[in-house]
């Protein structure tokens, strides 16, 4: 079954701290994987995709394909991280994306 | 470069009434996905359309129901509500089917009673 668990509904850390919002899928293939990001009173948004490799807004994210996870870190978060973090898998054909259920990050000054 | 605008914002039906929401794709865009969020989850993927034909479907029943059209705009249709209908409905546009990254609209929100 193709699947995207995010374990945590809500995480809160300090100003500065390092975080790591966990993703991990169930898929039997290789997918593509994605992070988006809504912040408050705006519409959902692609922040990266892995097979772009790169750093969005200081966030990264690895794809472990033997553990099959996603985890999104930042070395130091920012107040304006704050916002609900959604994990995504799109698979073979490409048409349907699978999303999580979603994690809410909450950046306390 | 306009973006993804979704219509009607939000609106309340009665269960078994039909409703049809609307989606217009940011420019240059030629598909349209639709996903229905419900309170605490994640978007579920409904269909997706490219070039005005139905390119693939989620796991939803046949009374949810889609168009495009030549300006690559799309229609959600959905036959007799059911409370659990009520959600947020998202859509969003790509360039490519499968391939081009998805921009999505500020969403309507459907309420069943």
């Known amino acids: 079954a193709q699947r995207v668990t995010q374990p945590e509904k809500l995480l809160s850390v300090f100003k500065g701290a390092p975080v790591e919002l966990k993703c991990n899928y169930s898929y039997s293939g290789s997918p593509e994987l994605f992070w988006y990001v809504q912040y408050s009173r705006q519409r959902l948004q692609l922040l990266l995709r892995h097979i772009s490799r790169e750093s969005i807004k200081g966030f990264t994210a690895d794809l472990n394909k033997g553990e099959t996870s996603f985890h999104l870190k930042k070395p130091f978060a920012q107040e304006e991280d704050s916002a609900m973090y959604y994990c995504a898998l799109r698979g073979g054909g490409g048409f349907k994306t699978i999303f999580g259920a979603g994690t809410r990050l909450f950046v306390k000054a | 470069e306009t973006g993804v605008t979704q219509s009607p914002t939000h609106l309340i039906k009665t269960r078994g009434q039909q409703v049809t929401l609307r989606c217009s794709s940011q420019?240059?865009?030629?598909?349209v996905s639709w996903y229905q969020q419900a309170l605490g989850q994640g978007p579920q993927f409904i269909f997706q359309?490219?070039?005005?034909?139905?390119?693939g479907r989620g796991n939803f029943p046949p009374r949810f129901s889609g168009l495009q059209f030549p300006n690559y705009s799309s229609e959600l249709n959905v036959n007799a509500l059911e409370l659990d209908d009520s959600a947020l409905y998202l859509c969003a546009s790509s360039t490519l089917a499968g391939v081009g990254e998805q921009y999505f609209g500020p969403g309507t929100r459907l309420t069943v009673t």
């Open positions: 420019s240059g865009h030629n598909t």
């Open positions: 359309y490219y070039r005005e034909e139905e390119n």
